[in-house]
T-cell receptor, first 115, second 115 residues
Framework: NAGVTQTPKFQVLKTGQSMTLQCAQD?????MYWYRQDPGMGLRLIYY???????DKGEVPNGYNVSRLNKREFSLRLESAAPSQTSVYFC??????????????FGSGTRLTVV | AQSVTQLDSQVPVFEEAPVELRCNYS??????LFWYVQYPNQGLQLLLK??????LVKGINGFEAEFNKSQTSFHLRKPSVHISDTAEYFC?????????????FGTGTQLKVEL
């Protein structure tokens, strides 16, 4: 039972480099999300995808792009990394159609450092 | 827009003592409420959720929370903590109307259980 799988687990980038964080879920969930976690700030929503083929901005989308490749996969791209993007990134998924399914299942995170 | 306030950033407690982690939310409409736990270097796991009905909600690992609409609170409690409860705890809210299935998270409370 893999749940939500994120790759890579760790990454160090130089300022200006680009990279894509991968996320895949095997629970047939409709909705997927990218959050960043910073000390003292909790989790902040970057982008989400309510269903396959749709994406929307969250609270902190600047500097990021996303692709909902299919129902299983939702990737997050940093086109030109900046030190302010040093963070732990979490992908999550949910069914989200009825109240019982409103909770999220989270991946184990990607720890990104931009130097 | 809804918001979540976790009043304590850190809570130290001795093993076998009771603990309460506080959460207040701000929303003009009815809400669904969640508590998540994050163990070191892991993703978030769902502890419990309030959807409707009884205001006392029981979750995993002996935790429970009480929804208080008049106080707009959803405090998490455990009558006797264990060393293994050391983790960060996040309160989250989802509003019933609009906004897709998006959760807004608090800034987290670090629970440290000491011998």
């Amino acid at each position: 039972n893999a749940g939500v799988t994120q790759t890579p687990k760790f990454q160090v980038l130089k300022t200006g480099q680009s990279m894509t964080l991968q996320c895949a879920q095997d629970m047939n969930h409709n909705s997927m999300y990218w959050y960043r976690q910073d000390p003292g700030m909790g989790l902040r929503l970057i982008y989400y995808s309510a269903s396959e083929g749709t994406t929307d901005k969250g609270e902190v989308p600047n500097g990021y792009n996303v692709s909902r490749l299919n129902k299983r996969e939702f990737s997050l791209r940093l086109e030109s990394a900046a030190p302010s993007q040093t963070s732990v990134y979490f992908c999550a998924s949910s069914e989200g159609q009825v109240p019982h399914d409103y909770g999220y299942t989270f991946g184990s995170g990607t720890r990104l450092t931009v130097v | 827009a809804q918001s979540v306030t976790q009043l304590d950033s850190q809570v130290p407690v001795f093993e076998e003592a009771p603990v309460e982690l506080r959460c207040n939310y701000s929303s003009s409409v009815s809400v669904y409420l969640f508590w998540y736990v994050q163990y070191p270097n892991q993703g978030l796991q769902l502890l419990l959720k309030y959807l409707s009905g009884s205001t006392l909600v029981k979750g995993i690992n002996g935790f429970e929370a009480e929804f208080n609409k008049s106080q707009t609170s959803f405090h998490l409690r455990k009558p006797s903590v264990h060393i293994s409860d050391t983790a960060e705890y996040f309160c989250a809210v989802r509003t019933l109307t609009g906004g897709g299935n998006k959760l807004t998270f608090g800034t987290g409370t670090q629970l440290k259980v000491e011998l």
